[in-house]
């Protein structure tokens, strides 16, 4: 167990519709990335953050996706306007920040689908 | 940015063959290059990583391989045990702070 826990788990619903995933780091994860894989494909850097800061932000990132990490700790990924092409498993990532540190501690993910 | 290309996509070997997966990165300022696996409806976990100071790593039945005049690296499972069976990414990423990015995947299959 990685300590990141992302909520919720499966989430079905209407193209059109508004969706908001949500995830809890571990307090020592200064970095918190998001991802998002589709079957057979490997994840797909999205955004980063260290502390509430965004930092980088992957062109993957339509003006439909914002995420948002008001006091560094937990963050949220919102989606507007689902679109079927949304349809993906969002992963979440923990981190910490410094040139001999890398690994991520990856959430259980939540998965979208969008009919 | 940074391209990490993976392959092959899917590798079928005996119990107790060895099984080599490997990768190429674009961004010559890459430094660190981990493995995760992926076993069906988990999480990705790191196996072993290396960084661009060091040619070669193991850890038990596992080792990894850099060439960064080549900017290819490899992840080598020997003994393979069908528990070893999962999907197999690679990763880079050009410097402290920056995001990973991922290879698409390599599905391995160890068949008793």
């Known amino acids: 167990d990685t300590g990141v826990s992302q909520d919720p788990r499966h989430k079905i619903t209407k193209r059109g519709q508004n969706v908001t995933f949500r995830c809890d780091p571990i307090s020592e994860h200064n970095r918190l990335y998001w991802y998002r894989q589709t079957l057979g494909q490997g994840p797909e850097f999205l955004t980063y953050f260290q502390n509430e800061a965004q930092l980088e932000k992957s062109r993957l990132l339509s003006d439909r996706f914002s995420a948002e990490r008001p006091k560094g700790s937990f963050s949220t990924l919102e989606i507007q306007r689902t679109e079927q092409g949304d349809s993906a498993m969002y992963l979440c990532?923990?981190?910490?920040?410094?040139?001999?540190?890398?690994?991520?501690?990856f959430g259980e993910g939540s998965r979208l689908t969008v009919l | 940015g940074e391209n990490v290309e993976q392959h092959p996509s899917t590798l079928s070997v005996q119990e107790g063959d060895s099984a080599v997966i490997k990768c190429t990165y674009s961004d010559s300022a890459s430094n660190y290059f981990p493995w995760y696996k992926q076993e069906l409806g988990k999480r990705p976990q790191l196996i072993i990583d290396?960084?661009?100071?060091?040619g070669e790593k193991k850890d038990q039945r596992i080792a990894v391989t850099l060439n960064k005049t080549a900017k290819h690296f490899s992840l080598h499972i020997t003994e393979t045990q069908p528990e070893d069976s999962a999907v197999y990414f690679c990763?880079?990423?050009?410097?402290?702070?920056?995001?990973?990015?991922f290879g698409k995947g390599t599905t391995l299959s160890v068949s008793s």
């Open positions: 990532a923990g981190g910490l920040a410094g040139v001999n540190t890398g690994e991520l501690f």
């Open positions: 290396i960084r661009s100071n060091v």
């Open positions: 990763a880079a990423r050009n410097q402290a702070g920056t995001a990973l990015i």
